[in-house]
């Protein structure tokens, strides 16, 4: 039985499109039927069907706040140039997920190639798009924008992934294995069974301070940052804000894209092989690590710059940490957004 | 009932010395009969009774790591030299302790100011101390150090704080609660009512996974120095290093501790005016941060280092991070103990 839950809909995050895919086979076995992928689409795609921008989702993200962050009128990710396509990750709450499968607590395994692929079933099938201007995305929408590249060398132009890195690292496995702690040790879990999200508030609310920690940074809260948005200290921050944006969301689905950030890896392309993997990018890419980040430091991601032929690797400056991905410094989207006007600017 | 606890004892962490110091009364109130410290002490004190070093305890830690990994002959902290002294701090588990006092679940809040008064008493009183060459000590010892220094500045002529800050911060606060919540989560714990320190195991292992992400760092793993150490993956080096190292210890002892580090400020001395406290320091001051520590990061022991007049700025290059503390990174110690050697090279 799915588990009703009113914050995964269109009210909070539309308009979106359903679109059904078919069945998708799982590359740690098991599929979906019936796939479904929540898209929001922004502009017109062109007669030579070469100005699609992919946009795909990181860990408890969707569609709507990369819409409002990110794109519009005279920004780099311009509806009025470009065809913008924001897809939500399997298992986002939007897309098809545990909580709205027929069996939460058992769905399968999914791994960001199937990401990959099934949001090429649907640029491909759905939309006839074969070539992509950009995919850019940030943290696990990072996981997906170099498994695009990698995959899918020729048909990926630019890349940019922010706040990401190719192949995981044992560090971050760890740090996201304590995030699914928070919840997996909340006996109202259990096991998967339980019959709202709220049941799960305790270890939702656990899963919030760790992110505290981690997806901020010390200089965020020693410059006040969390007060100048409202908040009397850190635990009204905490309390608030943190608590506030993962109490609705739904347990089950969040461990799954867990599971999946946990394994993101090309590598799993070339034998294990990162630089051969790496190797096969064709994109330019920026790599856009973010100068606080806690989980994808900048020192993981220019790692890797070093492997890709075409990349630059543009570090955004912000002590927002990871969460400037959530785009409360104005400064880091300013950043962020001249890159990738700069990036679409570059030939291809 | 105090609970029995082999790991705290001669066997693992002697010779030591229990002094009792009588009744310390308690800044948060509430008092603490026959207080006694667990202190280990090499060397002799001179004539003149100018060469003594106090070196205090990190959280979790006790005597015996200190002794091994920074005293020596030929070393900064060399017995032939100095008379040694290394105070386990209160509810270290050596020292007077929540397992081994009456009433475990009901042990007293206890401060960093505290535990600097308790020594203060121990040195003047028990060895008729009334000058210290140096107070040296990493993490929580740094904030002994500090507060050392600040509440005493006459008394200490030079201070080594490694590691840690004289006022806490918010985000350090989170992280410390994060540790808390890990033993308080457990079902075993028990409101602190529990039989045994194993009851606490599973408790005590979601500690050890937290400290592996915040007391190391990603370099750490990315440069496979855990499997230098003889672990295969990162999660063998979890179940065996660092469950290994916090298994044994008692859960109250460890939130009696976390409890003090949450709340170490010398601004407490000061109306709140860090500046002030900091002002007050004499001691010629080496502060020595860890290049890679996530929680007590090297800015935010610069910003500190600012404010006092008589201080350098000292950072210790490891990808260690936090954990340098623990002496596996053999040019970490050298760097510490270079700088030591120089520090107490200096006239006071």
Same mark, same amino acid.
């Given at each position: 039985?799915?588990?009703?839950?009113?914050?995964?809909?269109?009210?909070?995050?539309?308009?979106?499109?359903?679109?059904?895919?078919?069945?998708?086979?799982?590359?740690?076995?098991?599929?979906?039927?019936?796939?479904?992928?929540?898209?929001?689409?922004?502009?017109?795609?062109?007669?030579?069907?070469?100005?699609?921008?992919?946009?795909?989702?990181?860990?408890?993200?969707?569609?709507?706040?990369?819409?409002?962050?990110?794109?519009?009128?005279?920004?780099?990710?311009?509806?009025?140039?470009?065809?913008?396509?924001?897809?939500?990750?399997?298992?986002?709450?939007?897309?098809?997920?545990?909580?709205?499968?027929?069996?939460?607590?058992?769905?399968?395994?999914?791994?960001?190639?199937?990401?990959?692929?099934?949001?090429?079933?649907?640029?491909?099938?759905?939309?006839?798009?074969?070539?992509?201007?950009?995919?850019?995305?940030?943290?696990?929408?990072?996981?997906?924008?170099?498994?695009?590249?990698?995959?899918?060398?020729?048909?990926?132009?630019?890349?940019?992934?922010?706040?990401?890195?190719?192949?995981?690292?044992?560090?971050?496995?760890?740090?996201?294995?304590?995030?699914?702690?928070?919840?997996?040790?909340?006996?109202?879990?259990?096991?998967?069974?339980?019959?709202?999200?709220?049941?799960?508030?305790?270890?939702? #609310?656990? $899963?919030?301070?760790?992110?505290?920690? &981690?997806?901020?940074?010390?200089?965020?809260?020693?410059? @006040? +940052?969390?007060? !100048?948005?409202?908040?009397?200290?850190?635990?009204?921050?905490?309390?608030?804000?943190?608590?506030?944006?993962?109490?609705?969301?739904?347990?089950?689905?969040?461990?799954?894209?867990?599971? #999946?950030? $946990?394994?993101?890896?090309?590598?799993? &392309?070339?034998?294990?092989?990162?630089?051969?993997?790496? @190797? +096969?990018?064709? !994109?330019?890419?920026?790599?856009?690590?973010?100068?606080?980040?806690?989980?994808?430091?900048?020192?993981?991601?220019?790692?890797?710059?070093?492997?890709?032929?075409?990349?630059?690797?543009?570090?955004? $400056?912000?002590?927002?940490?990871?969460?400037?991905?959530?785009?409360?410094?104005?400064?880091?989207?300013?950043?962020?957004?001249?890159?990738?006007?700069?990036?679409?600017?570059?030939?291809?």
């Amino acid at each position: 039985m799915a588990i009703d839950n009113a914050y995964y809909g269109q009210e909070g995050h539309g308009p979106y499109e359903l679109y059904d895919i078919g069945t998708l086979d799982l590359e740690d076995g098991g599929r979906i039927d019936n796939c479904k992928l929540a898209v929001a689409t922004f502009g017109r795609l062109n007669a030579a069907k070469d100005n699609a921008i992919l946009i795909p989702t990181w860990y408890s993200g969707t569609n709507k706040l990369l819409e409002q962050v990110y794109t519009g009128k005279g920004r780099a990710l311009d509806p009025d140039k470009y065809f913008l396509v924001i897809v939500n990750q399997i298992g986002n709450g939007l897309s098809t997920s545990p909580h709205n499968s027929a069996d939460p607590a058992d769905f399968p395994k999914v791994r960001i190639g199937d990401d990959v692929r099934a949001q090429h079933k649907l640029l491909t099938e759905k939309f006839g798009i074969t070539s992509l201007a950009l995919v850019v995305g940030g943290s696990m929408g990072a996981q997906q924008t170099y498994e695009w590249a990698v995959r899918y060398p020729e048909m990926v132009k630019r890349a940019a992934p922010i706040a990401g890195t190719a192949k995981n690292t044992e560090h971050d496995f760890v740090f996201t294995e304590t995030l699914n702690e928070a919840i997996t040790t909340d006996p109202a879990w259990n096991g998967g069974h339980y019959k709202a999200s709220s049941d799960v508030a305790a270890g939702l #609310k656990r $899963q919030a301070k760790l992110w505290t920690v &981690m997806g901020w940074s010390t200089e965020f809260f020693k410059e @006040g +940052r969390h007060r !100048a948005l409202g908040f009397d200290d850190i635990h009204a921050f905490i309390d608030n804000f943190m608590t506030g944006y993962f109490a609705p969301m739904d347990a089950n689905d969040l461990l799954c894209m867990a599971w #999946k950030w $946990q394994r993101g890896d090309v590598s799993r &392309m070339t034998g294990g092989d990162l630089r051969a993997a790496l @190797g +096969r990018i064709k !994109a330019r890419t920026f790599v856009m690590p973010i100068s606080h980040d806690m989980f994808f430091p900048p020192s993981d991601c220019q790692a890797e710059w070093r492997l890709i032929s075409n990349a630059e690797f543009r570090p955004i $400056q912000s002590v927002d940490g990871h969460l400037a991905l959530f785009g409360v410094d104005p400064a880091a989207v300013a950043q962020i957004d001249k890159n990738l006007t700069e990036l679409l600017a570059t030939p291809a």
